[in-house]
């Protein structure tokens, strides 16, 4: 099991592009193995001291301290309350653009109502030329 996920580790880490993100094999089978409950290594007993420094409780268990998530948390809403600017600056634009369109649009109907109004007298004015003077067949 710890053989097979070492080994796992190890071709994870040759495929790694970066030189300065691959690990020695000694890193990797750290960590595989790890610290026991004891505060000793496989294969180094106490002497794991001497190599290693163990980690804290918050890292062998992931745990981010109180500081370091609200310190996260503010960088969070920090991001939120930037994006929320920009949404809100985009927002303004937009009705502003809208108020523009509708003045376009108000300035065009009546010219359009005008026009229409000349199209149907001109219709009529067609229609009753055309009852007058039927076509010749």
């Given at each position: 099991?710890?053989?097979?996920?070492?080994?796992?580790?190890?071709?994870?880490?040759?495929?790694?592009?970066?030189?300065?993100?691959?690990?020695?094999?000694?890193?990797?089978?750290f960590e595989v193995w790890g610290w026991?409950?004891?505060?000793?290594?496989?294969?180094?007993?106490?002497?794991?001291?001497?190599?290693?420094?163990?980690?804290?409780?918050?890292?062998?268990?992931?745990?981010?301290?109180?500081?370091?998530?609200?310190?996260?948390?503010?960088?969070?809403?920090?991001v939120l309350a930037a994006k929320n600017n920009d949404q809100?600056?985009?927002?303004?634009?937009?009705?502003?653009?809208?108020?523009?369109?509708?003045?376009?649009?108000?300035?065009?109907?009546?010219?359009?109502?005008?026009?229409?109004?000349?199209?149907?007298?001109?219709?009529?004015?067609?229609?009753?030329?055309?009852?007058?003077?039927?076509?010749?067949?």
């Amino acid at each position: 099991m710890f053989h097979d996920e070492f080994e796992k580790k190890k071709a994870a880490n040759l495929e790694c592009e970066s030189e300065t993100q691959k690990k020695s094999e000694d890193e990797l089978f750290f960590e595989v193995w790890g610290w026991n409950e004891k505060g000793r290594m496989f294969g180094l007993g106490v002497a794991a001291h001497s190599y290693y420094d163990r980690p804290t409780y918050e890292e062998r268990n992931g745990k981010k301290s109180r500081t370091d998530y609200i310190k996260s948390l503010e960088t969070h809403v920090v991001v939120l309350a930037a994006k929320n600017n920009d949404q809100n600056k985009e927002l303004d634009q937009t009705k502003q653009e809208l108020d523009q369109t509708k003045q376009v649009l108000l300035e065009t109907k009546k010219p359009l109502t005008e026009t229409t109004k000349s199209f149907m007298t001109f219709k009529q004015q067609v229609e009753k030329f055309m009852q007058a003077n039927p076509p010749r067949s």
